[in-house]
């Protein structure tokens, strides 16, 4: 189980979501992506973004593009979205506080890149 899961019981309340991770959308949810290096301390946190896609399938184009990119393997999750784009950032917000605290240093990728990972037709 990738290390920021294994995190998780200390903040479920606080995004409950993220323990969530089965299941295709039944509509295009907001949600965001969530790398890990726990060997590094270092997480990716990408933009919000709207998909129908499969967790998994985001996850491992995810994964291709960060190895690919950076010679690197990162473990991904995509957890289950949110019907509403402001829920979707603040759990986000939340995440990243949190791994702030936990000493991992935090980058993101951005719109763009999100946008050229998962495709228009995710």
């Known amino acids: 189980m990738p290390f920021f899961v294994r995190r998780l019981p200390s903040c ?3 995004f409950p979501i993220l323990l969530v991770f089965a299941g295709a959308a039944d509509a295009r949810d907001w949600r ?9 301390h270092e997480t990716i946190i990408t ?15 995810f994964e291709a593009y960060y190895r ?8 991904f999750q995509c957890p289950r979205g949110y019907d509403d784009r402001v ?8 995440a990243l506080q949190f791994d702030r605290q936990m000493g991992f240093a935090v980058s993101n990728l951005n719109a ?3 946008a050229a990972i998962i495709g228009p037709a995710s």
């Open 112 to 114: 763009a890149e999100v």
């Open 87 to 94: 829920a979707a950032l603040t759990a986000q917000t939340e």
């Open 12 to 14: 479920a309340l606080a």
């Open 47 to 61: 933009d919000i973004f709207s998909s129908p896609a499969e967790g998994g399938r985001l996850e491992r184009r």
């Open 68 to 75: 690919g990119r950076n010679g690197r393997a990162l473990t």
């Open 32 to 40: 965001f992506c969530i790398g890990v290096a726990a060997a590094s």
